[in-house]
């Protein structure tokens, strides 16, 4: 079975490109504010990046589902080139690091999500962000912060841990869009499955 012809739509991939660059941007500034509980040492565990970059997967798993892999890997290019950019302007080096874990992590989800894409509609977007979270965790933090004396290993592991619980929560959201983002098909293809 030829996998689905995807129709580009200029307005879905702009609203991508916007939240993808505002999420990254967003991160690489809350990435350097460690998370304080009174009572409990987080701060060696969290950043506040690790609550809003998974939200990154969510905006590339939906334009992957209603606009296809092609559309989804504008949303990254583009969206990497003005994030990276911005954040340059906060941290070169974490501008760096997450340019790099970004492009590997992003690019890595849109082909575990498109190979799974005629699943249930969960195991997609579940498989893909897990995968790519694990790429991206590995990459970002021992790029930005590796010999700076920072709790990086800790930061990362307890990063992985909340994009997990995130990945989880995603799929919430993912799920209640899904309906308004039909797939944008090319002619008469099969669309994607839902169940």
């Known amino acids: 079975m030829s996998e689905p012809r995807f129709k580009l739509s200029t307005p879905g991939i702009v609203a991508g490109i916007v939240a993808m660059t505002a999420v990254v941007v967003l991160s690489n500034y809350a990435v350097q504010f460690p998370v304080f509980i009174e009572g ?69 989800d849109v082909a575990i999500f498109n190979r799974l894409r005629q699943a249930r509609w969960w195991k997609a977007p579940l498989a893909s962000s897990t995968l790519s979270s694990i790429v991206d965790t590995l990459l970002f933090f021992s790029i930005a912060f590796a010999g700076t004396g920072l709790p990086w290993h800790q930061w990362a592991l307890g990063d992985f841990g909340a994009k997990m619980a995130m990945a989880a929560l995603m799929l919430v959201p993912f799920r209640l869009l899904m309906p308004a983002l039909r797939p944008h098909l090319a002619n008469g293809d099969l669309p994607t499955a839902t169940r």
């Open 40 to 108: 409990y040492r987080t701060e060696d565990w969290l950043t506040w990046g690790a609550f809003t970059y998974p939200i990154a997967f969510l905006v590339t798993d939906l334009t992957n589902r209603s606009l296809g892999p092609k559309a989804a890997r504008i949303v990254i290019a583009a969206g990497f080139a003005l994030a990276v950019a911005l954040s340059l302007l906060v941290d070169t080096r974490i501008a760096i690091a997450s340019g790099t874990a970004f492009l590997s992590a992003q690019l890595l």
